[in-house]
């Protein structure tokens, strides 16, 4: 068949049978959200485009090179959300949530769209779940969130993510390892890619990001020799906090993130099984952010996760067996199989039935191609004595059955 319209690179369709799956791990994300304590907040696909210049930052790839900007017929400069904090941050300023209590504690699983290139577990259309702790500024709020992550990823049945984690440092103890960090490269820019010496002149702690120029600069300074007295304290805090709730994790002394709002401790969730795009979602904290955008001094910390990449982890459980398949022989039939099979819908029972008029031996295949586990067949001989035929597909045992709707999910079900 020629399909004359096709998908736009970088989007997916979601099938069912794996839609089911997606279902089940957002259905977990939202019983792990309620747990500690967070309310979940939608907010529009769109923004104003200053919203994400402003906060993510003019010099990240997100800005520069990824993100899906218009202009609306009024002459505005619209983006669809790249990433979930800016929405987050505006609407809990704009809805005044600051005043609900000294602490606001959030999440979302939201729709984000990145015009990068398409790759295994990458889109430019993607879902993103995320967490935002707002009001708090101690360690334990860091390990509070990442622990969240940890229970999700148990609670799934994930087991081999590891927190990969760094501090950068607050605005005012980064300017030292800045200056360090552009002193170390000067001699290194001959040997690096065109991005990371764009990046030198107008954002050096983005060169670390690099994934292409990793290993060239291992030797490069370190975040974490820089810190002032109070983002050390929360450093060692937050580290030790981890250690004892048994999180396993690694100090990546490279680790910067690509987001320019970020303050000290900065973290990726990542996964050995996704190859070298290990990243399955990351986070830190962002004491300044609230502050820039025109709120009170706030401090705040989070993260988002790729669904995508996430539900690429989650093992595939066999396909549910389906408790009722209804084969009808014969127009009269047909309707009464449908009556009946609505009646045990409505009471919870999962149903199916084919209604295409094909014969007895195609329905059967069709029931046991879909797996079910019980065909009831009725015909005009049944419906007249009010009694079909139930057979068990597995041991292939036939009994009578009452046409009854209480019945027959009592026998089924």
Known sequence: MDVKVKRIRGTRDILPEEASLWSEVEEKIREVCRVYGFGEIRVPTFEETSLFIKTTG?????????MYTFEDKGGRSLTLKPEGTPSVVRAYLENALFQRGKKTKLFYIERMFRQERPQKGRYREFTQFGVELIGSKSPLSD???????????????????TLRINSIGCFRCRGPFRDALKEYLKSKLPELCPDCKRRFERNPLRVLDCKED???LKDAPRSTDYLCDNCKKHWKRLISVLEKLKIPFLVDHMLVRGLDYYTGPVFEFVSGKLGAQDAVGGGGRYDELIESMGGEPT????????????????????EERIPLWIVNIGEEAEEAGFLLMEKLRRMGVRVEMDLTGRSLKAQFREADKRNAKYVLVIGEDEIRKNKGKLKDMETGKEEEIELDEEKIKERVC
Do not use: C, H, N, W
């Open 58 to 66: 003019e010099t990240t790839d997100i800005v520069e090179k990824q």
């Open 143 to 161: 390990a509070e969130i990442i622990s969240l992550a940890f229970t999700l990823f148990e609670k799934i049945g994930i087991k081999d993510i």
């Open 214 to 216: 990793r290993e060239k």
């Open 299 to 318: 401090p705040a910390t989070g993260f988002a996760i790729g669904l995508d990449r996430l539900v690429m982890l989650v093992e595939k459980k066999d």
